[in-house]
Structure formats: structure tokens, C-alpha cells
Nanobody, 122 residues
Framework: QVQLQESGGGSVQSGGSLRLSCAAS????????MAWFRQAPGKEREWVAA???????SYADSVKGRFTISQDNAENTLYLQMNSLKPEDTAMYYC????????????????WGQGTQVTVSS
């Protein structure tokens, strides 16, 4: 059974940092493209960052320079380091996986986690 499980969310003040994790079972991260998405109440799901099977990363303009996506293949874990957090970053954050980079970036990943809540206060 393929499972993705996010963790590391919480409540922080503006300017603070959080490190989200996404642990996988049933798949090997090194063979997949991975991505982080977020969804705030009343808003559409938004792509945040992605990393392909070669380790190449990409980011939404809203988080460039503040967020860093990475993965530890030995631990089969995906990370999202979030610095200089803003209230606008408040959302449920999800990780997703797909063999195809373009598919996961488009939100069509084959596998999704249940999400972890990030709340940033002003």
C-alpha cells in the first residue's frame, strides 16, 4: 500500500520558520517527482514547490527565496523548509508524488498525503 504522511506543521508568528516532512511507504522517492501543494480556506489548491527524479527543483513565485524543497532518498522523506513565513502562507499543506514531473506539478499526482496545517499569525 502506497502512503504519504505529512508532519511538521504548526503555529508560528510572522517571520518564523517551519520544516515540513513527508514520509513515504510503498514507493521510492528517487524514482518519482514530488511536490508540495497548499490550500487555504475558501481558496483553490495552489502548487508550492516540486522536485523531479533528477533532483531539479522549482518553486511558485510566491515562495521563491523563502521555501526550499529537498528529499532524503535514504530515509524516503520529502521536506519543505519554510522561512520568513507570512500570514498568507497559512494553509493546509499536502505532498504529492507522480512518475511524471508535469503531472505532479499540475496537481495530478498519483499519490497524496492527508495534509498538515500551517498557521502563521501576524
Amino acid at each position: 500500500q502506497v502512503q504519504l504522511q505529512e508532519s511538521g506543521g504548526g503555529s508560528v508568528q510572522s517571520g518564523g520558520s517551519l520544516r515540513l516532512s513527508c514520509a513515504a511507504s510503498g514507493i521510492t522517492y528517487s524514482s518519482y517527482s514530488m511536490a508540495w501543494f497548499r490550500q487555504a480556506p475558501g481558496k483553490e489548491r495552489e502548487w508550492v514547490a516540486a522536485i523531479d527524479s533528477t533532483g531539479s527543483t522549482s518553486y511558485a513565485d510566491s515562495v521563491k527565496g523563502r521555501f526550499t524543497i529537498s528529499q532524503d532518498n535514504a530515509e524516503n522523506t520529502l521536506y519543505l523548509q519554510m522561512n520568513s513565513l507570512k500570514p498568507e502562507d497559512t494553509a493546509m499543506y499536502y505532498c504529492a508524488a507522480d512518475y511524471w514531473f508535469e503531472e505532479v506539478v499540475r496537481g495530478q499526482g498519483d499519490y497524496w498525503g492527508q495534509g498538515t496545517q500551517v498557521t502563521v499569525s501576524s
